[in-house]
Nanobody, 114 residues
Framework: QVQLVESGGGLVQAGGSLRLSCAAS????????MGWYRQAPGKQRELVAT???????NYVESVMGRFTISRDNAKNTVYLQMNSLKPEDTAVYYC????????WGQGTQVTVSS
């Protein structure tokens, strides 16, 4: 059974930082592309960042220079370090594991107050 469990969300003031974690089980973590997506109220889910099995990363333009995705294959965990947070970053953040099949976590709320 595949499980992706996110943690680290919360309420933070604009300009602050949070680090999200996603612990995976039930998959061969190292061969999956891992990603973070977010969904704000009334909006579609959007890609935030991905990290490939080889370590290559990809970011949506709005978070470039502020967010960093990383992975620890020994811990089966992917991280999203979020700095200089803005109110428009407020959303539910979802972890994704993608290879031939795609798996999702339950999401963690991030709220940035102005």
């Amino acid at each position: 059974q595949v499980q992706l469990v996110e943690s680290g969300g919360g309420l933070v003031q604009a300009g602050g930082s949070l680090r999200l974690s996603c612990a995976a089980s039930g998959i061969i973590f190292s061969i999956y592309t891992m990603g973070w997506y977010r969904q704000a109220p009334g909006k579609q889910r959007e890609l935030v960042a991905t990290i490939a099995s080889g370590g290559g990363t990809n970011y949506v333009e709005s978070v470039m220079g502020r967010f960093t995705i990383s992975r620890d294959n020994a811990k089966n965990t992917v991280y999203l370090q979020m700095n200089s947070l803005k109110p428009e970053d407020t959303a539910v953040y979802y972890c994704n594991a993608d290879r031939r099949l795609s798996y999702w976590g339950q999401g963690t709320q991030v709220t940035v107050s102005s």
